[in-house]
């Protein structure tokens, strides 16, 4: 089975600060990784992902992720946030052989402040 | 072009009836993926369909949870004799093959939820 840990639930910062969203994943057998937004009342859009190659994963509204094997991680970063960045963020895994399904962490709720 | 869309967006039912929820997913996507979304749980798979058949129902929390497909398009997600506990965001997601470097990937679509309350 998998499992996802996010290791903050609630993330405050000032906008234009730097900031960095944590997860950690267990996982028996290899895995794709994503991170996905959810802005309020919408549903959850992907940010990146990691498939495979390179470690670092560049996504939309410049977001990266790196992927580090040895320590089950892949934390999310923007090295300077806006206002509209409020949202809930959600770290999730999915098998890349077997089952289809997301296994998702409890969520990062990224809270700008002017 | 269009996404995932799901209806109805809100549903407030009083505990002991049924609820139907409808998930209409992107045109051409074969996988259709029911998940939950609540304050205790966080978001939990319900129910994956590939095509008519469902391989992978194992998140279903009871037997009064059901869901089919038909057509390979539109999914229906029903919740017989509703529960308090049943009170959550219900997410519907498709998908259809990408290709990464040769390799087939699924990446999923989400649509804006069903938002059920029970009373």
């Known amino acids: 089975a998998q499992s996802v840990t996010q290791l903050d639930s609630q993330v405050p910062v000032f906008e234009e600060a730097p900031v960095e969203l944590r997860c950690n994943y267990s996982?028996?057998?290899?895995?794709?990784l994503f991170w996905y937004v959810q802005y309020p009342n919408q549903g959850l859009q992907l940010l990146l992902k990691?498939?495979?190659?390179?470690?670092l994963v560049k996504g939309i509204n410049g977001f990266e992720a790196e992927f580090n094997k040895s320590q089950t991680s892949f934390h999310l970063r923007k090295p300077s946030v806006h206002i509209s960045d409020t949202a809930e963020y959600f770290c999730?895994?999915?098998?890349?052989?077997?089952?289809?399904?997301?296994?998702f962490g409890q969520g990062t709720r990224l809270t700008i402040n002017p | 072009g269009a996404g995932v869309s799901q209806s109805p967006s809100n549903k407030v039912t009083e505990k002991g009836k049924d609820v139907e929820l409808r998930c209409d997913p992107i045109?051409?996507?074969?996988?259709l993926y029911w998940y939950r979304q609540s304050l205790g749980q966080g978001l939990e798979f319900l129910i994956y369909?590939?095509?008519?058949?469902?391989?992978?129902k194992s998140g279903l929390p009871s037997d009064r949870f059901s869901a089919e497909r038909t057509g390979g398009s539109v999914s229906t997600l029903t919740i017989q004799r509703t529960q308090q506990e049943d009170s959550a965001v219900y997410l519907c997601?498709?998908?259809?093959?990408?290709?990464?470097?040769?390799?087939?990937?699924?990446?999923?679509?989400f649509g804006p939820g069903t938002r059920l309350t029970v009373t």
């Open positions: 997601a498709s998908s259809s093959y990408t290709t990464f470097l040769a390799e087939l990937t699924y990446e999923q679509y």
């Open positions: 996982s028996s057998v290899s895995v794709y």
């Open positions: 990691y498939l495979s190659g390179s470690t």
């Open positions: 999730a895994v999915r098998r890349i052989q077997g089952a289809q399904k997301l296994v």
């Open positions: 045109s051409g996507h074969t996988a």
């Open positions: 369909f590939q095509g008519n058949s469902a391989p992978d």
